[in-house]
């Protein structure tokens, strides 16, 4: 019995020697190296090839653009451009470019690499490319002097200077010279072509990327770290862990329960704020008996707005197609609200005054949550008599059922996150009918809608635009294309010695890395 | 046996186009939209058309098949649509990972399964063995990804003995590839501090995976031990006087232990099925998670290229096992 005992004694010793050291020692060996857990997996450099998170990071960070989106709402602030100038049409923009931007290799940064990049995105056709499809055309842009850039627009778009941050410029020598078949995108697998503060150090596939700043960069100021640790850690339950043990010195995928696990927890802090990301249960508006709007007004009167919000943990109720916190949103907007009177009274208008319907409700496989939404709805419904049939499905055979009004099913739950801060992205992707056919917009159409998102989407005047997105809000609110849901708030955990952080409601998890020190 | 073996090898080719072919049909059949995917939330359709010609996705099934099947043959495995990679290179990265993960839950299992099999058959009925089957019984009964969890929560949180995650701590760089195992490429490259965290690394996702098969195997040890126990020749050696240890190891462990090697080769394919699960919990860079991602967006090349490597793994395993039938019972290499 003792001498297990000794044996269990040399074990422990041995295996805390080794492991206990692990966090601590480490971290404190790299006192300027700020470790990032996440789940975005990052599988090239190319900042035209992608539009996920991952690559958000390389353009805020590996890449420069000739704008930038800071803070809450996200203010357009410089970075390759100094200043700019826009003609009363609000369809000429002309870009004063820094003269001491400098790609990684040392070669300035002008007029023609900005040219060239907004050509490369348009050739490649992939990525954030749709932010200026339509926009800026192959001859759109003029060359006016190595530090001066014009766009003129082929038609008015008062969104162009949110979406400029998420066009990055590359190197043209950089990718002319690796250019190959494909303009460099094979290249870009395992290169970079860019002019950010950060320069990349090592990469491991699904597991780490180091980015080294680069002590010859352009930029002046920035945080005082040098090395920055993309550390991939696929569970939210793990990112707090780690970051709870010191692991790790933010974490950019927590859940609700993770910062109610964080509260109190001594050396950690958390910024929880409103997101961006909506969720709502598109209808089938075209097909099938939720075709019928008194159904779909019926619908959502009856559905339990209060219970969703207390099944959702960190979020708020929508109040219309747009999220509070962006511009253009009316607050003044009546939306339905669970009234069963008032739902049975735009039942007894439809075929089926007494209910006896059986509908489909296709959420994403694995997403729990938008599982327990479907239940609120199918709790909801009962008091219509409707029965509701909850179907898990993976995304691409939900992309699948998006194609036309036959395939896609009465209820569809989705997740629409934006690529920039202005109302337009929601308007346009979500309730316009160009966007038929694809996931954000299946099937919904409705020729006045169109116009007046078109008008909007248009028009240089704030003031105009606010009142002609209060009449978009309204009209689609009257047709109830949708089940508006919840706006998730952002969560992200931080050890108290990070500082220099600021929140950007706009793709939360692709930190800044540039203002970001390590205090002691 | 040789004959035998030249047999079993030239299985190999026709058991691998089948495998491919059937993976191959299934993921083209299943409805859904992987060119829509790839495409991103906002493309149009012209880019999703785009993307699937790039793909071949819009030509006909056996012209698809044709095309991957005939680059398979030149060692290209097609590009994945999600990462844009050649999944040959993907592959070269993840699998290794995978079998280094897989081959060290083995000797756990190994290690632990057999003398635990060997006790409990020898003390047949006592306290020992119930305690065993008891033990192996829990063991067999329990979740993955619950005592993947678990151990998390008490031996790197409570305990903070081992790490959390991942093959390496973020500070260290991966030894130099050799074969992939980062044990053995940092024994190779004399990185001590690397072999140190990598063992450390693979300590409890490799527990993990372990645990059932410890149990089975100790269970199959000891019904094995106590059949060969009551064997007229045991009993022989025994009224000649030999002394207990030598009959125990070196006639008695080693019969009983050919009934376990059919299992040890069947164990290879189910850990690797297992890594699905342990490799999310703990962040392991592996196939599984890269077969889990290409299964839920449809990425066909990186499917049949796991499922192909899996089935080419599976198969060696067995046939390893069966050539160490022969080493353990040379009855078997004389008879075939």
Redesign the interface.
């Known amino acids: 019995m003792l001498k297990m005992n000794r044996r269990q004694l040399m074990l422990s010793t041995v295996a805390a020697t080794a492991g206990a050291a692990i966090p601590s020692a480490l971290m404190a060996q790299q006192n300027k190296t700020l470790v990032i857990g996440n789940q975005g997996a990052q599988s090239h450099f190319d900042p035209h090839a992608g539009q996920d998170y991952p690559t958000s990071v390389l353009m805020r960070n590996i890449y420069d653009a000739l704008v930038d989106a800071v803070g809450a709402p996200p203010q357009i602030v410089p970075r390759v451009a100094t200043e700019w100038t826009i003609s009363e049409d609000g369809l000429v923009y002309t870009f004063k470019l820094n003269p001491n931007a400098r790609f990684h290799d040392g070669s300035p940064l002008d007029a023609e690499a900005v040219k060239y990049s907004f050509d490369r995105i348009q050739a490649i056709g992939r990525g954030n490319n749709w932010m200026i499809n339509g926009v800026v055309g192959p001859d759109s842009i003029k060359v006016i002097d190595d530090h001066t850039v014009e766009f003129t627009l082929l038609q008015p778009f008062a969104a162009f200077l949110q979406v400029l941050p998420w066009i990055s410029i590359v190197n043209p020598a950089v990718i002319e010279a690796n250019a190959g078949s494909d303009m460099g995108q094979s290249y870009l697998l395992n290169n970079t072509a860019g002019s950010g503060p950060f320069k990349v150090a090592r990469f491991e596939p699904e597991s780490v990327i180091e980015f080294k700043r680069d002590p010859e960069g352009w930029r002046e100021g920035g945080g005082n770290t040098d090395t920055i640790i993309w550390r991939y850690v696929r569970e939210n339950t793990n990112q707090r862990l780690m970051l709870q043990r010191g692991e790790i010195h933010m974490a950019v995928d927590l859940t609700s329960d993770d910062i109610v696990a964080l509260e109190g927890v001594p050396g950690v802090k958390t910024v929880v704020e409103p997101g961006d990301r909506t969720f709502s249960i598109k209808m089938n508006t075209e097909h099938g008996p939720t075709a019928d709007v008194n159904l779909r007004k019926a619908i959502s009167y009856a559905f339990d707005y209060d219970e969703m919000l207390r099944v959702s943990g960190l979020a708020e109720l929508m109040q219309g197609p747009l999220p509070s916190s962006f511009f253009g949103h009316d607050g003044s907007l009546e939306v339905p609200r669970r009234d069963i009177e008032k739902a049975k009274e735009y039942l007894a208008k439809t075929e089926w005054p007494e209910g006896g319907l059986t509908l489909d409700a296709v959420y994403v496989t694995g997403l729990e949550q938008e599982r327990l939404w479907c239940l609120v709805l199918l709790d909801s419904l009962r008091d219509l008599n409707i029965n509701v049939n909850i179907i898990p499905a993976t995304w691409p055979d939900m992309l699948s059922m998006a194609e036309s009004p036959e395939k896609f099913p009465p209820f569809f739950c989705v997740y629409l996150g934006v690529g920039y801060a202005d109302p337009d992205v929601i308007a346009y992707a979500g309730y316009h009918s160009s966007r038929n056919g694809g996931w954000q917009n299946p099937v919904y159409k409705n020729p006045s809608v169109d116009a007046l998102i078109e008008q909007a989407r248009y028009e240089p005047d704030s003031e105009k635009r606010a009142q002609l997105y209060a009449k978009v809000q309204r009209a689609i609110v009257d047709d109830a294309p949708d089940i508006f849901g919840v706006v998730e708030k952002s969560k992200v955990g931080l050890r108290d010695n990070v500082e220099g952080y600021t929140f950007t409601p706009i793709i939360v998890q692709a930190v800044d890395f540039f203002p970001l020190s390590l205090k002691g | 046996m040789l004959r035998y073996l030249l047999f079993r090898i030239a299985l190999i080719a026709p058991l691998l186009i089948g495998l491919s072919m059937l993976v191959f049909v299934i993921g083209r059949v299943l409805?859904?939209?992987?060119a829509?995917?790839a495409?991103?939330?906002?493309?149009?359709?012209?880019?999703r058309q785009?993307i699937a010609a790039e793909y071949g996705l819009d030509q006909p099934i056996p012209v698809q098949y044709w095309r991957y099947i005939t680059g398979v043959l030149e060692g290209d495995f097609g590009r994945?649509l999600?990462?844009?990679?050649p999944v040959a290179g993907?592959l070269a990265?993840?699998l290794p990972a995978t079998l280094e993960l897989v081959f060290f839950s083995l000797f756990i299992a190994i290690l632990i399964g057999i003398p635990l099999g060997l006790i409990a058959g020898i003390r047949r009925n006592s306290a020992t063995d119930m305690t065993i089957a008891a033990g192996t019984l829990s063991a067999m009964s329990m979740p993955q990804f619950f005592l993947g969890?678990v151990l998390?929560l008490v031996?790197?949180?409570m305990?903070?003995?081992?790490?959390?995650?991942?093959?390496l701590?973020?500070?260290i760089?991966?030894p130099p590839g050799v074969t992939g195992f980062y044990t053995i490429d940092s024994l190779i490259a004399g990185d001590f501090t690397a072999f140190?965290?990598s063992v450390?690394h693979l300590i409890l996702p490799a527990l993990t995976m372990a645990l059932a098969p410890i149990a089975t195997i100790a269970r199959i040890m000891r019904s094995s031990t106590i059949e060969v126990l009551q064997q007229d020749y045991v009993q022989t050696e025994r009224a000649l006087g030999l002394p207990s240890s030598l009959i125990l190891f070196k006639y008695v462990s080693k019969n009983a232990a050919s009934a376990t090697l059919t299992l040890i080769g069947l164990y290879v394919g189910w850990l690797l099925g297992s890594t699905v699960l342990v490799e999310?919990?703990f962040?392991w860079?592996g196939i599984g998670?890269?077969a889990t991602n290409a299964i839920?967006?449809?990425d066909f090349n990186p499917v049949i290229a796991v499922t192909l490597a899996i089935g080419v793994v599976f198969i060696l395993a067995n046939l390893v096992v069966d050539m160490l039938y022969g080493v353990l019972n040379p009855k078997v290499s004389n008879k075939q």
């Open positions: 409805p859904g939209d992987p829509g995917l495409a991103g939330p906002y493309a149009t359709a012209e880019q785009a994945s999600m990462t844009r990679r993907d990265g993840y969890l998390q031996f790197g949180m305990l903070s003995w081992l790490p959390l995650s991942g093959r701590p973020f500070i760089s991966p140190r965290y450390l999310k919990v962040d860079p998670l890269y839920l967006n449809q």
